[in-house]
T-cell receptor, first 111, second 112 residues
């Protein structure tokens, strides 16, 4: 692994289903983030974590949950997916020296 | 006023042209600033940091005007490969791992 990986690359999901998007980084960064990107709306922060064991809400947290059991992993869970959660999801990490590194993204379609 | 505002474009310019993007930010306490580049269907990647004194990286020049709260990016001698969306990014606070604030981006198309 080099940098940040996300899985799956893409997913089509029925409304009402539960889904977990995975994010793993091998840079030992303290901070990790989840964004969604929609046409015309730019990147919007969903949740973040400044260090393992802590999480915080971003701009659009409703319908999503996260956990940070260790430094490397930061999964994002949609408990009951809805069509408005169709988006591209990016995970990012930072070592606190300000630059954020992004994963390749997950394209999620909720039908 | 949105935290970070950019002209969405698109800017359509011929190869070799010089193009400039501006970005304004609302939080006067913001401490650090960046330009990211995002190619279609790809993740954003850091293009360059923006320093108070202005900085240059090859054909790219970034400048910061704290008094007017704006940041600029100048691209000289545009290449086809410069076609992308350019995101203005601001770190709103001084300490800690504060999430960066991203503008919605300015789309550039360089035409042959």
């Amino acid at each position: 692994i080099a940098g940040i990986t996300q899985a799956p690359t893409s997913q089509i999901l029925a409304a009402g289903r539960r889904m977990t998007l995975r994010c793993t980084q091998d840079m030992r960064h303290n901070a990790m983030y989840w964004y969604r990107q929609d046409l015309g709306l730019g990147l919007r922060l969903i949740h973040y974590s400044n260090t393992a064991g802590t999480t915080g809400k971003g701009e659009v947290p409703d319908g999503y949950s996260v956990s940070r059991a260790n430094t490397d992993d930061f999964p994002l869970t949609l408990a009951s997916a809805v069509p408005s959660q169709t988006s591209v999801y990016f995970c990012a990490s930072s070592d606190g020296r300000r630059e954020q590194f992004f994963g390749p993204g997950t394209r999620l379609t909720v039908l | 006023r949105k935290e970070v505002e950019q002209d969405p474009g698109p800017f359509n310019v011929p190869e070799g042209a010089t193009v400039a993007f501006n970005c304004t930010y609302s939080n006067s306490a913001s401490q650090s600033f960046f330009w990211y580049r995002q190619d279609c269907r790809k993740e954003p990647k850091l293009l360059m940091s923006v320093y108070s004194s202005g900085n240059e990286d090859g054909r790219f020049t970034a400048q910061l005007n704290r008094a007017s709260q704006y940041i600029s990016l100048l691209i000289r001698d545009s290449k086809l490969s410069d076609s992308a969306t350019y995101l203005c990014v601001v770190n709103p606070l001084k300490a800690g791992n504060t999430p960066l604030v991203f503008g919605k981006g300015t789309r550039l198309s360089v035409i042959a």
